[in-house]
């Protein structure tokens, strides 16, 4: 288990950007693949991105690709989330969180989260 506090939400115009950052606790951050989820009420969280442990490893749900970046500084125990273009469609509060395997991108293998920052695209 790792904990995990998320910050760089907020109100943005379309068409700007934000970059979220996720803060982990622990010594083993470096095995643990993360991923960011978004949620909006009334619909269910869904996937947006995930790092493998080593970082060489990316994957985007199709809606963000080309938009989007995931990063990760291991020294920091760190994880980022760069977003660009922003559109309406993005509002949503956005959850790090973290999975005891290399890689993955299935919401079940990430048992740690962080308590979700605001993201607002105003339009």
């Known amino acids: 288990q790792v904990h995990l506090v998320e910050s760089g939400g907020g109100l943005v115009q379309a068409g700007g950007s934000l970059r979220l950052s996720c803060a982990a606790s622990g010594r083993t951050f470096s095995r643990y693949a993360m991923g960011w989820f978004r949620q909006v009420p009334g619909k269910e969280r869904e996937f947006v991105a995930a790092i493998s442990w080593s970082g060489f490893s990316t994957h985007y749900v199709d809606s963000v690709k080309g938009r989007f970046t995931i990063s990760r500084d291991n020294a920091k125990n760190a994880v980022y989330l760069q977003m660009n273009s922003l559109k309406p469609e993005d509002t949503a509060v956005y959850y790090c969180?973290?999975?005891?395997?290399?890689?993955?991108?299935?919401?079940?293998?990430?048992?740690?989260w962080g308590q979700g920052t605001q993201v607002t695209v105003s339009s």
């Open positions: 969180a973290a999975a005891g395997v290399p890689m993955s991108t299935m919401m079940t293998d990430f048992g740690s």
